[in-house]
């Protein structure tokens, strides 16, 4: 056959094109996720504050996300948190796996380096706080008690908690420090529903839930029928560092840490458990959960996520169905702010690494 200009020309188009096409990145090939199925991990038991969360997020985002796959939760608990992470950063970096995970940055970096979760490694998308802690408490512990206030009068106190290295835990140990209660620390439990039922069993006395699980379960249940009490929250510092700022989901209802102290102590809370409290505050209670991709994940895919869940996470139906669920208006920290959070803790001085140290040495016995 012979060749005319013309074929030679739209042969050579062809090949480039060919060409063109096997040059293009990998993630091109992924950004579009119609008919796939995306899994969102989080690293808590299933019902609980996390993976109430987790699901809320998964309804918005997958109508923003490319190709608006399916997208389903998974809960892969277990290791102090740590099996979730895990799972997430060990999962093919193709877009299918995203981590909600409670992440703990704050006391991570208390680990030895060769164990310490390397999170500036992840893909960072954002970061959410939505469930601020409380102290929940049998009333039949000591002698009884009949309210919060008392629990400032007790001698010693059990409480639960994911771990030592939990944030909530150690600004409970912390808390009762500074109010001369004696305590004794239960590790291991992996969300709101295992440590409920350890405490109705009786092999807890208390431990910190979170205000999602307040206001569904335990405001018009235990703690109405007088079966337990609210101690106090905690919640993200205030600009003078001297206060907290409450947590409206509690209603007025449950005093912040610094409201509490004050009113059984007459003076303004101070020192280093103080300190550590604080710190807590201003990292963990301002993010409860990092929403992550796993290392590797191609910039462009990445960039579309992060695109997407800014999306999600202010569309109105998002923001009222988390209000409802959360009891207020969620924090969201999008990959900016939250990158800029996770080099804040690993600038974290040594002397209240040491402190925080300190407290995890005492909580393990």
Do not use: C
Request: cysteine-free; overall charge negative; charged content about 20%.
């Amino acid at each position: 056959m012979k060749l005319t200009k013309s074929t030679i020309f739209q042969q050579a188009m062809a090949s480039a094109l060919i060409a063109a096409a096997f040059a293009l990145p990998a993630s091109a090939q992924v950004i579009d996720l119609d008919g796939e199925t995306v899994t969102i991990v989080h690293n808590a038991s299933p019902g609980g504050a996390t993976g109430l969360g987790s699901q809320l997020a998964a309804d918005a985002w997958a109508k923003t996300m490319a190709g608006n796959p399916t997208i389903v939760v998974q809960s892969v608990q277990g290791g102090a948190l740590t099996k979730g992470i895990n799972h997430v950063m060990n999962a093919r970096p193709n877009g299918l796996t995203i981590g909600w995970l409670a992440w703990q940055g704050s006391t991570r970096i208390l680990d030895p380096e060769p164990l310490q979760i390397p999170f500036d490694e992840f893909g960072v998308i954002g970061g959410v706080g939505a469930a601020n802690f409380f102290l929940h408490v049998r009333s039949d512990v000591g002698d009884g008690i009949t309210s919060g206030e008392e629990i400032a009068d007790l001698e010693s106190l059990s409480f639960g908690g994911f771990s030592p290295k939990s944030a909530a835990s150690m600004q409970t140990a912390a808390a009762l420090d500074m109010l001369d209660v004696d305590w004794n620390f239960v590790s291991g439990f992996a969300g709101d529903g295992p440590l409920r039922a350890a405490q109705a069993r009786g092999e807890i006395e208390a431990y910190p839930a979170t205000a999602v699980i307040w206001s569904k379960e335990l405001r018009d249940g235990p703690i109405a029928e007088g079966e337990t009490v609210s101690g106090w929250h905690y919640a993200p510092p205030t600009e003078d560092n001297s206060g907290m700022i409450a947590d409206p989901a509690f209603l007025g209802e449950v005093p912040t840490f610094a409201e509490y102290y004050e009113a059984v102590k007459g003076e303004k809370p101070t020192g280093p458990a103080w300190d550590v409290i604080q710190f807590h505050g201003r990292v963990s209670n301002r993010v409860n959960w990092i929403i992550v991709a796993p290392p590797g994940t191609p910039q462009e895919h990445l960039d579309m996520l992060r695109e997407s869940f800014h999306e999600a996470m202010t569309s109105p139906e998002y923001l009222e169905a988390a209000t409802k669920l959360y009891g207020a208006e969620p924090n969201v920290e999008f990959w900016e702010s939250m990158t800029g959070i996770i080099e804040d803790v690993q600038a974290t001085p040594e002397a209240l690494k040491d402190l925080m140290r300190e407290y995890i040495s005492r909580m393990e016995g």
